[in-house]
């Protein structure tokens, strides 16, 4: 019994392997041209945290793209995320997003919205703005902040020996392109 046991959570670490591969693939077939990471800074649960942040969405949309965002026909100008949530050494909610803004949006003017429209959903939160030294992702910084959202400390393994994926959070507009 004690071989089948060991021999099945081999197999559930390949499939979850297997899992996290194909999601990094598809996940790399986005131009992601902004990481962030929402700091909420006290404990929140998973399900609550990304009913907070769909409703910054929805702030930052309507500034962004007018009272009319949630219409298909304005879905290309709304910025599109994918996300992993977690607790951090506190026990306090964090989430790292992968976020693709219009190329017509002003990168500033982006972040200045972002930040006020968590702070007042949220309280007390922040919004951290990864970048480097270029000022754009390329081919290899998007690689690089895939993997890092979807790191087995950021997506981590439910009982079953798969993706845990309660704690994804995505963006109504987001199409994976399967």
Not at 11 to 19: G, M, Y
Not at 109 to 132: A, L, M, P
Request: net charge positive; hydrophobic share 30%.
């Amino acid at each position: 019994m004690n071989k089948e046991r060991k021999g099945l959570r081999e197999t559930d670490t390949l499939r979850s392997r297997i899992q996290r591969q194909t999601l990094r693939d598809e996940l790399g077939k986005t131009e992601w041209n902004g990481f962030l990471t929402l700091l909420f800074h006290r404990h929140l649960p998973l399900e609550v945290g990304h009913k907070l942040i769909h409703k910054w969405d929805g702030m930052v949309s309507r500034r962004m793209v007018g009272r009319r965002f949630n219409k298909s026909k304005n879905h290309g100008k709304r910025m599109v995320y994918f996300g992993c949530s977690g607790l951090d050494g506190n026990r306090h909610l964090h989430t790292h997003l992968l976020v693709k803004v219009p190329n017509e949006t002003k990168i500033m003017g982006f972040r200045g919205v972002c930040e006020e429209s968590f702070t007042r959903v949220v309280g007390k939160g922040e919004v951290y703005f990864s970048s480097n030294e270029k000022d754009y992702f390329d081919k290899t910084d998007r690689e690089n902040i895939v993997s890092y959202t979807t790191l087995t400390r950021h997506l981590g393994l439910d009982d079953t020996g798969l993706l845990d994926t309660s704690s994804i959070v995505i963006s109504n507009n987001y199409e994976m392109k399967m």
